[in-house]
């Protein structure tokens, strides 16, 4: 029979087989009466031995449990249990299940199952500290073994305890690394960054670090449980160079919730590295054309160099370079570019690269390893193109019409085709039996020179004539000597009322004003014909032919040049016994060729006119003469328009001159000894400009812009009997004028055939 009181083995079976045996033996001898008392004994019996076998049964099996270590310091750590089942009861006991409630099942092993009579059996089990046991500090699990103590379903169940604690241990570590490791000159930045490592298993308060070469070094917390990191920068110094190396040492301090905890130390050094080298590009964008820029540049490895365009852009590449500072500055503009942006990229610290787009300069402050690209970009401007290309052309047609007004036939022809008219005439229309077969003149200032060269058929007839009275004078002279008769009279000349001429002026001439520097040479040549229709009207024509060439030198080289002509009637009337008057006028064109930047030459045409007026007196008294004049010219030119090159719309424009010229000469008249005849004069002359062009001249020369200066002129002329005369005339220019003056002379010389 079972009993199912709970409590099942060896003993309580042999206690109730005891029972059941008495009771059979009292039911076979005893009477009805006695069976109930008898079975009322037994069951008390039953009760009593039940009793006594729980206190007895219960001492079959123990448990115990024991942890290795009993003390544990962090998470992750393994506490080992050792479980020993014992029987007490001498039974052949069976374990059913070994439990744990912090240990898990497949973590417990047994090495079988049979509990042997007052033997034991051992079993382990593996169980993982973890962070929750770390804060509470302590760990109790229980163990449970469930089996069968006897061979007869005697089931049983023990328990067994045990607890470890932790064991409080605050340690931590501090470690250093600069970035980067090794510095190449004063001034670099070094970043070191910090980790403080809690290898302990309390928290840390109050945390503070401290490096002796940084000022300040941040943490991002206070407080550490397990890891933080933090960083801090040094920028090194020329004194860092010279040692070669830099050690600095960091402390880090704070204090554990529990237990004594020392300072974490760091120490890090970094050394003096030789750099690498880097490299420098310079880039053009050229928006709106192509173009040559030029660039001048300092610094060790690098020099001046050009960049010329194609497709809008260029580069130029210095590689290798030693870190240090470079500079590169675009100059000498071309002509209508613009720089309209500068920008570097590539700095990535260290030594700094500037821009400045005013001087057109970048400063490259250029570290180890870095490449640096600096762009200038350079925006062509069609407007001022196309201003440029008209200031060329009408600063060289300005000088051209001044020029041609300063290049007038040198006199007027009445005066020249009848010379004694200047000192009266015994015969009106006679001929001045002195002179040479041309007329030859030169000038020369400290701002250009100059030489004129004049004839015409009435002059030469008159050379030969001369040469002939002269020869005739010779051998008559010789005759009369050995006869003792009279000379011949002098031979007298038809005159011809037809004369054709010619003139010529050759100049060359520097102008500087403001930023621009002009050399140039000009040529005239006039040719003409008129006929004295009486004594005192003279009607001619003439064309004339010039040509000019000019060259500029200011941010590029310039140049114009150009050959043209005019062609007019002129008129000489002797309105009086004293006063003369002349006017002419011409009209013309020409053909130009012009470089405005110096990359490239186009042609132009223009279409010009003139005219001009002069009156002069001339009044003599004995050997003293007075020549008052007064003239007005008028020049004009009109530049046609044409397209470029580039494909750029040049503009038509005109430039003019209006010019009043006027004052007196004065001269005195004697003759010496062997008939030289001399004339010292002086003259002073004015001049006006009503309309003027961009550039004005004096003497062939540009002039500042008063409208209204003078010329003072003093010299001599001298002509021998042999028909020889020189003119010599030295002058000074700019009277009146606030920034202009010009010292020059003048040579006229005529020669006779004789």
Not at 75 to 90: P, S
Not at 196 to 218: E, Q, R
Request: charged content about 15%; aromatic content about 10%; proline content about 4%.
């Amino acid at each position: 029979m079972r009993v199912a009181f709970g409590w099942r083995n060896r003993v309580a079976s042999r206690v109730l087989a005891r029972v059941a045996a008495l009771c059979r033996i009292s039911l076979a001898t005893r009477t009805a009466a006695r069976r109930a008392s008898q079975a009322t004994l037994v069951f008390f019996s039953i009760l009593f031995l039940l009793a006594a076998t729980e206190r007895t049964f219960a001492q079959d099996w123990t448990l115990t449990k024991t942890a290795n270590p009993t003390t544990y310091t962090t998470a992750g750590q393994t506490i080992t249990y050792t479980y020993v089942i014992t029987d007490t009861g001498g039974g052949n006991g069976t374990l059913f299940s070994l439990t744990d409630n912090k240990v898990a099942p497949a973590n417990i092993s047994c090495p079988s199952t049979n509990v042997p009579p007052n033997g034991t059996l051992t079993c382990t089990g593996t169980y993982t500290i973890t962070n929750a046991d770390v804060t509470a500090g302590f760990v109790t699990n229980t163990a449970t073994a469930i089996g069968d103590s006897c061979s007869d379903s005697c089931d049983l169940t023990v328990q067994a305890q045990a607890t470890i604690s932790l064991m409080l241990q605050p340690s931590w570590t501090l470690t250093k690394v600069p970035s980067p490791s090794t510095y190449s000159a004063a001034g670099q930045t070094i970043t070191y960054s910090y980790v403080l490592a809690n290898t302990g298993n309390v928290t840390i308060a109050s945390i503070t670090l401290s490096d002796d070469k940084i000022v300040t070094v941040s943490c991002p917390a206070t407080m550490l449980a397990v890891g933080a990191s933090m960083t801090g920068s040094y920028i090194t110094t020329a004194a860092d160079v010279t040692a070669g190396s830099v050690v600095n040492r960091a402390v880090a301090t704070g204090i554990p919730i529990q237990g004594i905890l020392a300072n974490a130390r760091a120490r890090a050094r970094i050394r003096l590295a030789a750099p690498p080298n880097g490299s420098i590009t310079i880039i053009k964008a050229a928006v709106g054309g192509n173009g040559r820029f030029n660039f001048s540049a300092s610094g060790s490895g690098v020099s001046g160099f050009v960049l010329t365009t194609s497709g809008s852009t260029a580069r130029r590449t210095f590689s290798n370079l030693s870190p240090g500072r470079y500079r590169f500055t675009e100059i000498n503009l071309p002509r209508d570019w613009e720089l309209r942006g500068l920008s570097c990229s590539g700095d990535t610290g260290g030594r700094a690269t500037t821009v400045d787009v005013s001087s057109r300069s970048v400063n490259v402050g250029l570290d180890g390893g870095e490449s640096i690209v600096c762009t200038f970009t350079n925006r062509f401007s069609e407007t001022t193109h196309i201003i440029e290309t008209q200031n060329v052309i009408r600063r060289f047609l300005s000088h051209r019409i001044t020029l041609l007004a300063n290049n007038e036939p040198d006199r007027a022809r009445f005066i020249r085709r009848v010379p004694g008219s200047l000192w009266g005439d015994s015969r009106p229309g006679g001929f001045d039996t002195g002179g040479g077969a041309f007329n030859l003149s030169g000038y020369s200032s400290d701002l250009s020179s100059q030489m004129t060269f004049a004839t015409s058929l009435s002059q030469i007839v008159r050379a030969y004539a001369d040469a002939d009275t002269a020869a005739d004078k010779q051998k008559a002279g010789a005759a009369a000597m050995a006869m003792a008769t009279k000379a011949p009279p002098k031979r007298t000349l038809e005159r011809s009322n037809f004369d054709m001429w010619i003139e010529a002026h050759f100049s060359q001439y520097s102008a500087r004003a403001g930023s621009f520097s002009d050399d140039g040479g000009f040529g005239l040549v006039y040719l003409g014909a008129d006929y004295l229709v009486t004594s005192s009207v003279l009607i001619g024509a003439l064309i004339q032919l010039d040509w000019m060439s000019e060259s500029s030198r200011t941010a590029t080289i310039t140049s114009a040049s150009g050959t043209g002509w005019m062609a007019g009637p002129y008129l000489s009337i002797r309105l009086t016994p004293d006063l003369f008057f002349d006017t002419r006028a011409a009209w013309g064109t020409s053909s130009n060729r012009v470089n405005p930047f110096g990359t490239y030459e186009d042609g132009f045409a223009t279409q010009r006119w003139l005219a001009n007026a002069r009156l002069t007196g001339n009044w003599t008294m004995d050997k003293f003469r007075i020549t008052p004049s007064v003239g007005f010219t008028y020049i004009e030119e009109r530049q046609h328009s044409y397209v470029d090159t580039l494909g750029f719309l040049i503009p038509s424009q005109t430039v003019g001159l209006g010019r009043l010229s006027f004052g007196p000469e004065f001269a005195y008249r004697y003759m010496g000894a062997d008939g030289t005849i001399y004339e010292p004069m002086i003259s002073i002359t004015g001049q006006w400009d009503a309309v003027k062009p961009d550039v004005a001249f004096v003497a062939g020369m540009p002039v500042p812009t008063d409208n209204l200066f003078a010329r003072v002129q003093g010299g001599i002329m001298a002509r021998w009997p042999s028909g020889f005369a020189l003119r010599a005339v030295a002058s000074y220019d700019g009277i009146g004028s606030s920034s202009f003056n010009s010292v020059g002379g003048r040579l006229w010389l005529n020669v006779p055939f004789n």
